[in-house]
């Protein structure tokens, strides 16, 4: 049997493991862009000086000899063909497999807003070689603008504060990290990053950019006139499923490729795991997915039922958060919220079943809320506060392997 993996991020590592678990001796290849594997929730580290390229390796020590992967490095998946179960490479080398998985990940959207995408000072953060460009260019760049404050934003702002750098952040909500956070729980990271020496524009668009003759942009105008002089534009505006080699294939795709609880495409024996689903976006999805599809790849039966996609662990100048499922507030929520000096916490209640929690300073016994919201449970039988549930007042009943866990006190 031969396993063809198009990607080497999470997905395809884990992929790769549970698929040489399984099978012992089929052939496992493993084709990247990537020339080193990476972990891209580590590149701030990278471009703030703190890690080199070896030390972004999330993989064990020999990965590729100990699991018996042969990897072939720099190389792009040009077009892939599902009737000759082949895919071919951009050095015109044909690669024919019996079972495909499609985990190449996604890439950064820069947004056609004036000449943004023609610019040579211009960049998304996304892999190694994104960063690299961006260290290099931070060595002599005075102004930097960073256009989006999601995590990949803050990231590459954290990374140049921490090299001394003074920036701006555009921002087109009313606080930072919008997907993830409240207003009091974001200013608590803003004031850290202004304290570091960066500058919040917020709810302003970036809307004009021209570049000059050097082929750079000098500055962006914002929706209210403001100009923002910049010799280096981080550009953190979201990603788009890397789909190019896609094209023509048949292999059905919407925002990401299809996939079904399984994991398995449109196509016969290919499988897709990982941001090119769009299914989520997060590392620790991505790695459940690539595990999930591996298994399915060598003929065990799993699925993937992860579908509460919002799950984010942020650390920043040394505050952590935890969110998991919704922030924003809706109507008929019942909001609670427990605060003091080290900690801000808040769970979002709808009908008795908890919809979202976002654990600010202290994050400690998380795992039971990500259990209540995942399965729905009804808390309300729980006669005390609900920031003190706990396990204590849950007991499980194992089902055939299927662990169902029972309110004690309803
Ligand atoms: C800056 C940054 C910070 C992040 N921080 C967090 C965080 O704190 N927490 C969190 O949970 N998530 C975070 N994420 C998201 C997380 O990194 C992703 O969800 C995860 O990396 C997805 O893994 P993947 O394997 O699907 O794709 P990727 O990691 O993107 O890997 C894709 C692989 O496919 C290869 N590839 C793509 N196209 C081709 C082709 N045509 N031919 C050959 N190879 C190809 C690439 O070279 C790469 O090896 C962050 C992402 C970024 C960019």
Redesign the pocket.
């Known amino acids: 049997m031969k396993y063809v993996i198009?990607?080497?991020?999470?997905?395809?590592i884990e992929a790769a493991k549970t698929i040489r678990q399984q099978d012992a001796s089929g052939d496992i290849v493993m084709?990247?862009?990537?020339t080193f594997v990476h972990?891209?929730?580590m590149?701030?580290k990278y471009i703030s000086g703190e890690r080199d390229e070896k030390g972004l390796d999330f993989t064990e020590r020999d990965f590729f000899d100990k699991y018996r992967v042969h990897w072939k490095k720099g190389?792009?998946?040009?077009n892939v063909f599902p009737d000759k179960k082949e895919i071919l490479l951009d050095n015109g080398q044909t690669i024919a497999y019996d079972k495909l998985l499609l985990?190449?990940?996604?890439d950064s959207f820069i947004p056609p807003v004036g000449q943004l995408r023609q610019a040579s000072n211009v960049y998304g953060?996304?892999?190694l070689p994104d960063a690299q460009a961006i260290v290099k260019e931070a060595q002599w760049a005075e102004n930097v603008l960073v256009i989006g404050s999601g995590?990949?934003g803050l990231?590459a702002a954290y990374g140049l504060l921490e090299r001394g750098k003074k920036l701006t952040v555009v921002e087109m909500a009313d606080r930072i990290l919008p997907m993830q956070l409240d207003a009091r729980a974001a200013m608590a990271y803003q004031e850290r990053f202004e304290k570091a020496g960066a500058r919040f524009v917020l709810q302003r668009k970036a809307s004009q950019a021209v570049c000059q003759p050097d082929g750079r942009i000098h500055q962006v105008i914002l929706d209210d006139g403001e100009a923002i002089p910049c010799d280096l534009i981080i550009v953190a505006a979201g990603v788009r499923s890397?789909l190019?080699?896609l094209e023509g294939s048949g292999i059905a795709c919407e925002r990401g490729v299809t996939v079904d609880a399984s994991l398995k495409t449109s196509a016969a024996d290919v499988y897709a795991?990982?941001?090119?689903t769009a299914l989520?976006?997060?590392?620790?999805?991505?790695a459940d997915q690539?595990r999930i599809a591996g298994k399915n790849m060598c003929g065990i039966a799993a699925a993937y039922t992860d579908t509460y996609a919002m799950k984010?662990?942020?650390n920043f100048f040394g505050l952590v958060t935890l969110c998991v499922g919704r922030v924003k507030e809706e109507e008929g929520d019942l909001v609670c919220i427990r605060e003091d000096q080290n900690q801000y916490k808040k769970i979002l209640l709808k009908d008795g079943r908890v919809e979202g929690i976002l654990f600010q300073g202290n994050i400690a016994n998380a795992g039971i809320w990500q259990y209540l919201i995942k399965n729905k449970i009804d808390v309300r039988g729980i006669k005390k506060d609900v920031f003190d549930i706990n396990y204590g007042d849950f007991y499980h009943v194992g089902d055939r392997g299927k662990y169902e866990w029972v309110i004690e006190s309803l």
């Open positions: 198009i990607g080497a991020g999470v997905a395809g084709i990247s862009q990537d972990s891209r929730c590149l701030h190389v792009r998946v040009t985990a190449g990940g996604a953060l996304r892999n995590l990949v990231d890397s190019a080699c795991a990982g941001d090119i989520s976006g997060i590392w620790p999805n991505a690539g984010n662990t942020i």
